[in-house]
């Protein structure tokens, strides 16, 4: 192939026969040296930023990682439990019910589902509290976790 570049500094190649070398004009295209291919094809180097915006880049970086952890799995009972946005929604309802009655709600089905679809029986308050107790564990290790970096 033989390179050239047009007059935004973009590649292009053409066949080395010939047969596209009218395109040379009617693009506006210079003749470049594999080098000269090799530079302007090579990825632009990064920002340099200042140590703040470094920081605090890293900062948001380690608070993306620590919110999908959190949004991720717990482990209760041996199960895995879902913590996406939908089934931390439905454990805090249940808890706030829980709270408010001090006793499971009517209804209550008596256990929850884990991701396997098994089932991890919560048949009293103090099993739920437990339960309960396991997530805010594991979001707090997150937490303890993310200060540490």
């Not at 930023?49 to 470094?54: D, K, V």
Request: aromatic share 8%; proline share 5%; with cysteine.
């Amino acid at each position: 192939m033989k390179h050239f570049k047009n007059s935004q500094d973009q590649v292009v190649a053409l066949e080395e026969d010939g047969s596209q070398d009218f395109l040379i004009p009617q693009l506006g295209l210079v003749s470049i040296t594999n080098e000269e291919k090799d530079i302007l094809l090579a990825p632009a180097p990064a920002p340099i930023l200042t140590l703040e915006e470094a920081k605090a880049a890293k900062n948001d970086e380690i608070n993306a990682a620590r919110l999908t952890a959190n949004r991720s799995t717990f482990v209760h009972g041996g199960k895995t439990i879902a913590c996406d946005e939908l089934s931390r929604s439905d454990i805090e309802g249940a808890n706030g019910a829980i709270a408010n009655l001090g006793a499971l709600p009517p209804g209550w089905p008596g256990a929850w589902k884990a991701v396997d679809n098994t089932y991890l029986v919560i048949d009293t308050v103090a099993k739920w509290k437990a339960f309960y107790l396991s997530m805010f564990a594991a979001g707090s290790a997150n937490f303890t976790h993310a200060q540490a970096l």
